[in-house]
C-alpha cells in the first residue's frame, strides 16, 4: 500500500534538509520542535492533492499544466525547478562525499562522483517495480535520527511542552529559521514526483486505469493515497522532529549554535554524544541521499519530459526514452560539476530555497485551480476541506517567501 507517497516523503528529508534541521536544533534547542507538528498536515495535504492530480489524470503536474494552460507557464515553473533541483543535487552529493570521508577518510570527490555514477545507473538499468522497492526500503535508514536521539541524553518533557506548545519569536533570526523549514519541508520537486509517479503506477499496472476512465475504482484508490501520503509525510516529518531533537540536545545544549552542513554537524556531535552517534548520523546522510539523488534527478526529468511532451517513464526501456533518462543523467552530471568548481555549498542551499520559494507559490496556486476544474479532473474536483487544506498550505508559503524577501537584507 506504501509507494509514492512514503518515497517522496523520505526523499524531503535528504542531506540539505538534515543540514536545515540541525541548523535549527543548534540555533534555538527545542524551541522549534512544534513547527514539524504544525506543517504535517499542510504538507500532507499538498502532497495528496500531488498524488490526486497524477492518479486522476494519468498525467504529472507538468503534463497537465502543458495540457490546460498557456505554455509560457509551465517553461517558467519547470525552468526554475531544474535551476533549484541540480543545486539541491550538487550540495546533496558533495553532502554525502563528505560524510562518507568522515566515517573511512579519502577524497570526497572521489566519492562524490561514485555515488552520482550509482544512482544513475540503478535508475537507468533497474526494472521498475525492483527499483520502486529498493527506494522504498532505503527509506528505512532515516530510523538512523530515531537512534541518535534515543542514544543520547534527551529531556522529553521539554521536547513535548514545545512540540505541542508553539513558543514564536519575531526576532529575525527566528522567523528566517521558519522560513528555512518551511521551504525545505514543503518543497515543489515533491509535487512533480509524487504525481508522476501516480501516473506511472498507473500505466504499467495492466489492471489499473485512470480514475477517469474507471470511476469505479476511485473509491479504494484514493483510500490508497491517502493512507500512502499521511503516513509517508508522517514518517518525514517525525525524522525531521528528531534531528532536531538530536542536535537541540547535543550541539544547542553544549553551546555549538552554528552548523553549517549535515557532515558539520555529525562532526560536531562525536565529542558530544560519542563514536556511535556520530557514525549512525553520518551513515544515515549517505543512505538518504541514495535515495534523494535519484528524485531529485527523476524529478527534473519528468518536469521537463512532461513539459516538452517527451516519452517518459522510469518504467519504460532506455531506448524507448532516451530523452528522459538522458535528462537524468545531465542533471545528476551538472549536479557533479557543482562539486569541482568551488560552489560555496551554504549559498547553494540558500539559492535553492530562494528559487523553491519563488516557484512554490504560484505552482501550488495553478495546482489548486487544476484540482478543482472540472474540465481537468472530471467528477473528481477536490472535496471541501482538502480545498480549505491546500489554500491554507498555498496561502502560508506566500507568507513564508514574503517573510524571506523582507528579511533578505537583515
Known amino acids: 500500500m506504501l509507494g509514492p507517497g512514503l518515497i517522496t516523503g523520505a526523499s524531503d528529508d535528504d542531506p540539505s534538509?538534515?543540514?536545515?534541521?540541525?541548523?535549527?536544533?543548534?540555533?534555538?534547542?527545542?524551541?522549534?520542535c512544534w513547527v514539524m507538528l504544525f506543517t504535517y498536515p499542510l504538507m500532507a495535504a499538498i502532497q495528496e492533492i500531488s498524488a490526486r492530480i497524477g492518479r486522476v489524470t494519468?498525467?504529472?503536474?507538468?503534463?497537465?499544466?502543458?495540457?490546460?494552460?498557456?505554455?509560457?507557464?509551465?517553461?517558467?515553473?519547470?525552468?526554475?525547478?531544474?535551476?533549484?533541483?541540480?543545486?539541491?543535487?550538487?550540495?546533496?552529493?558533495?553532502?554525502?562525499g563528505d560524510a562518507l570521508v568522515l566515517l573511512i577518510g579519502g577524497s570526497s570527490h572521489v566519492y562524490v562522483v561514485g555515488f552520482a555514477i550509482g544512482c544513475v545507473l540503478l535508475e537507468i538499468w533497474s526494472r521498475y517495480h525492483n527499483y520502486v522497492s529498493i527506494l522504498k526500503w532505503t527509506s528505512v535508514t532515516l530510523f538512523a535520527y530515531v537512534a541518535t536521539a534515543l542514544a543520547v541524553q534527551v529531556p522529553w518533557r521539554d521536547v513535548a511542552?514545545?512540540?505541542?506548545?508553539?513558543?514564536?519569536?519575531?526576532?529575525?533570526?527566528?522567523?528566517?529559521?521558519?522560513?528555512?523549514?518551511?521551504?525545505?519541508?514543503?518543497?515543489?520537486?515533491?509535487?512533480?514526483?509524487?504525481?508522476?509517479?501516480?501516473?506511472?503506477?498507473?500505466?504499467?499496472?495492466?489492471?489499473?486505469?485512470?480514475?477517469?476512465?474507471?470511476?469505479?475504482?476511485?473509491?479504494?484508490?484514493?483510500?490508497?493515497?491517502?493512507?500512502?501520503?499521511?503516513?509517508?509525510?508522517?514518517?518525514?516529518?517525525?525524522?525531521?522532529?528528531?534531528?532536531?531533537?538530536?542536535?537541540?540536545?547535543?550541539?544547542h545544549a553544549h553551546g555549538?549554535?552554528?552548523?553549517?552542513?549535515?557532515?558539520?554537524a555529525a562532526e560536531a556531535l562525536r565529542p558530544i554524544a560519542g563514536p556511535f552517534t556520530f557514525f549512525v548520523f553520518a551513515a544515515g546522510i549517505i543512505g538518504i541521499g541514495l535515495l534523494a539523488i535519484p528524485v531529485l534527478a527523476g524529478s527534473s526529468a519528468y518536469a521537463l519530459g512532461e513539459a516538452l511532451g517527451w516519452t517518459t517513464g522510469l518504467a519504460r526501456e532506455p531506448l524507448?526514452?532516451?530523452?528522459?533518462?538522458g535528462a537524468i543523467a545531465a542533471a545528476t552530471l551538472i549536479g557533479i560539476g557543482f562539486n569541482f568548481v568551488g560552489i560555496d555549498p551554504i549559498k547553494a542551499l540558500f539559492w535553492c530555497a530562494v528559487i523553491n520559494g519563488v516557484v512554490a507559490v504560484p505552482l501550488m496556486t495553478v495546482m489548486m485551480i487544476m484540482a478543482m476544474q472540472p474540465r481537468v479532473m472530471r467528477s473528481f474536483v477536490l472535496p471541501r476541506p482538502l480545498q480549505a487544506m491546500g489554500w491554507l498550505c498555498t496561502g502560508v508559503m506566500a507568507v513564508a517567501v514574503a517573510v524571506m524577501f523582507a528579511t533578505w537584507g537583515s
Not at 534538509?17 to 522549534?32: C, D, L, N, P
Not at 555549538?256 to 558539520?264: E, G, K, L, Y
Not at 524507448?320 to 533518462?325: E, M, N, R, V
Open 17 to 32: 534538509g538534515i543540514a536545515t534541521y540541525s541548523q535549527v536544533g543548534a540555533a534555538f534547542g527545542f524551541a522549534m
Open 58 to 96: 494519468g498525467l504529472g503536474v507538468a503534463g497537465n499544466i502543458r495540457a490546460h494552460y498557456p505554455r509560457w507557464l509551465g517553461s517558467v515553473i519547470v525552468s526554475l525547478l531544474l535551476i533549484a533541483n541540480i543545486l539541491n543535487l550538487g550540495a546533496d552529493l558533495g553532502a554525502m
Open 161 to 251: 511542552w514545545n512540540t505541542f506548545v508553539p513558543n514564536f519569536s519575531l526576532q529575525t533570526d527566528y522567523v528566517v529559521a521558519i522560513v528555512a523549514v518551511l521551504g525545505t519541508t514543503i518543497t515543489p520537486y515533491c509535487f512533480f514526483w509524487q504525481s508522476s509517479q501516480e501516473a506511472e503506477d498507473e500505466r504499467v499496472d495492466p489492471e489499473a486505469h485512470t480514475l477517469i476512465d474507471a470511476p469505479d475504482e476511485a473509491r479504494s484508490q484514493i483510500k490508497r493515497m491517502r493512507i500512502d501520503t499521511y503516513v509517508g509525510m508522517g514518517y518525514s516529518n517525525l525524522i525531521s522532529w528528531f534531528i532536531i531533537v538530536t542536535t537541540a540536545a547535543t550541539l
Open 256 to 264: 555549538i549554535t552554528n552548523i553549517t552542513t549535515s557532515a558539520q
Open 320 to 325: 524507448d526514452a532516451k530523452a528522459f533518462y
